[in-house]
């Protein structure tokens, strides 16, 4: 069983910047390919970003390349996404999922291949 909390959500104006957190109980944080996925009202939940277990690989929705930063410290069971040059169409909720991965692989899935979902973070942007 892991347990996924985020933080770090917040109000902040168009071209701003904000840091998400995961964090992730358990002593093994390493076997988990871990994601991030947003859900705006109305729509359905999007894929934004993924790591492997290792952090050696990093996948991105094409709306957020360039502007986004997935990175992970197995240490501290903690993911990250720091999200620069924020856009009003960024606002969302932020979910971060993980996915029992002891084989490694891809961590471009879908919501469904999920195994731990964390209640999500609210990220506001003002235009």
């Known amino acids: 069983q892991v347990q996924v909390v985020e933080s770090g959500g917040g109000l902040v104006q168009a071209g701003g910047s904000l840091r998400l957190s995961c964090a992730a109980s358990?002593?093994?944080?390493?076997?988990?390919?871990m994601s991030w996925f947003r859900q705006a009202p109305g729509k359905e939940r999007q894929f934004v970003t993924c790591v492997t277990r290792s952090g050696g690989s990093t996948y991105y929705a094409d709306s957020v390349k360039g502007r986004f930063t997935i990175s992970r410290d197995n240490a501290k069971n903690t993911v990250y996404l720091q999200m620069n040059s924020l856009k009003p169409e960024d606002t969302a909720v932020y979910y971060c999922?993980?996915?029992?991965?002891?084989?490694?692989?891809?961590?471009?899935?879908?919501?469904?291949?999920?195994?731990?979902w964390g209640k999500g973070t609210l990220v506001t942007v003002s235009s």
């Open positions: 999922a993980a996915r029992y991965s002891p084989m490694g692989g891809s961590c471009y899935l879908p919501p469904n291949a999920m195994d731990y």
């Open positions: 358990g002593r093994t944080f390493s076997i988990y390919a």
